[in-house]
């Protein structure tokens, strides 16, 4: 599977691969009639993903083999669309992922498997898009019966209360993060999401579930700081500006680390000095969004032009211990 580069998708499937937070959703959100015939405790995760390289920017997909009650084996196929508006021709998308599947299912098992085609949406604006193939075509009665026709199940988030999200005891807290993230209530928000998921913090996988949350907010979302992060944590959490902090620093070293990687591999290219420089601001850049937000992320446009590879290592190392914005600045100008 390629590497999840957009917030969403990677925040969407660390959410919805997890075992019971997969059962959980298909048992509270599929229809209900078809969450009956599930046997949940047999569900399967399929690694292979079948969106077009083109469209990862707007969708990512899971693919879920489970079996019914009466013995018979079948595909969900989850779809999601992390566009803030409806996709007109999303239909005709997962049609073709269904070909797709079908053909896997063939290479497998030599047959085909019913699909259950599941649309998840949280984009800021109501969907509006028909549910059925047929819905794309304008043609005649007459016509119909040979254009093929298929409906797909919409679980559009914002058409959940929040405490509806919440039932899902595994995975809860998630959704609802899905739901506020392109919504400027989201600081607001942040309290409730991270109380829900403070009611799982015992189990041993809770920590690992509050860092990819805390991640997806700090790089998805707009209008939002890591201080607004951090004053919900310590609003709901014991100890929670700690587990920021802490959470912070690591999210720095590993930025730091991917920058120095890709300054390594660019110096081959471009001449040692110049990958370094390269590496340096990628990490630069990530440090500052993610300990300061949008005012750490004012100060790149200065930093860019900063040409010396010693004043960036630097300026990268001053992220661990500096405060402020203006704090790290004062560092660079007073050198210039």
């Known amino acids: 599977m390629p590497e ?12 919805l691969t997890q075992p019971e937070a997969a059962r959980d959703f298909l048992r509270y959100y599929l229809p209900a009639e078809v969450a009956a015939l599930l046997d949940l405790t047999d569900l399967r995760l399929v690694k292979d993903s079948f ?18 009650l009466d013995g018979r084996d079948a595909y ?11 996709d007109p021709l999303v239909a005709f998308q997962v049609l073709r992922y269904m070909v797709r599947v079908w053909d896997y299912g063939l290479r497998q098992r030599a047959r085909l498997w019913p699909i259950m085609p599941v649309v998840v949406y949280h984009g800021a604006a109501r969907w509006s898009v028909a549910l059925d193939f047929h819905a794309l075509f304008d043609v005649s009665a007459a016509v119909k019966p040979f254009v093929p026709d298929f409906q797909y199940w919409l ?18 807290a998630e959704l609802l993060l899905l739901k506020h993230i392109f919504r400027p209530d989201l600081p607001a928000r942040l309290p409730d999401v991270l109380r829900l998921w403070y009611t799982m913090a015992q189990q041993e ?28 944590l310590e609003e709901t959490i014991p100890q929670g500006g700690a587990i920021m902090t802490t959470i912070a620093q690591q ?28 590496g340096l601001l990628a990490g630069i850049r990530l440090g500052l969004k993610l300990k300061f937000g949008a005012e750490g992320a004012a100060l790149l446009p200065e930093i860019y032009h900063i040409e010396d590879v010693a004043l960036l290592q630097a300026l990268q190392d001053a992220l661990e211990t500096v405060s402020t914005p203006p704090e790290l600045r004062r560092l660079y100008q007073r050198t210039n």
């Open 155 to 172: 679980c559009d988030l914002s058409q959940y209360s929040d405490a509806e999200l919440a039932r899902a005891a595994v995975g809860g």
């Open 76 to 86: 969900i196929y989850v779809l999601f669309e992390h566009k803030s508006y409806a």
């Open 4 to 15: 999840l580069l957009n917030p969403h998708d990677k925040f969407f499937k660390e959410a």
């Open 251 to 278: 999210w720095i070293k590993v930025g730091e680390q991917r920058g120095e990687q890709r300054g390594e591999q660019r110096g081959e290219q471009r001449g040692e000095q110049r990958g370094l420089r390269q």
């Open 51 to 68: 969106v077009d390289e083109t469209l990862q920017e707007h969708f990512a997909d899971l693919l879920y083999e489970v079996r019914l």
């Open 205 to 232: 996988t809770a920590l690992g579930y509050l860092e990819a949350m805390l991640r997806y907010v700090v790089t998805a979302a707009e209008g939002i700081t890591a201080e607004d992060v951090q004053a919900a």
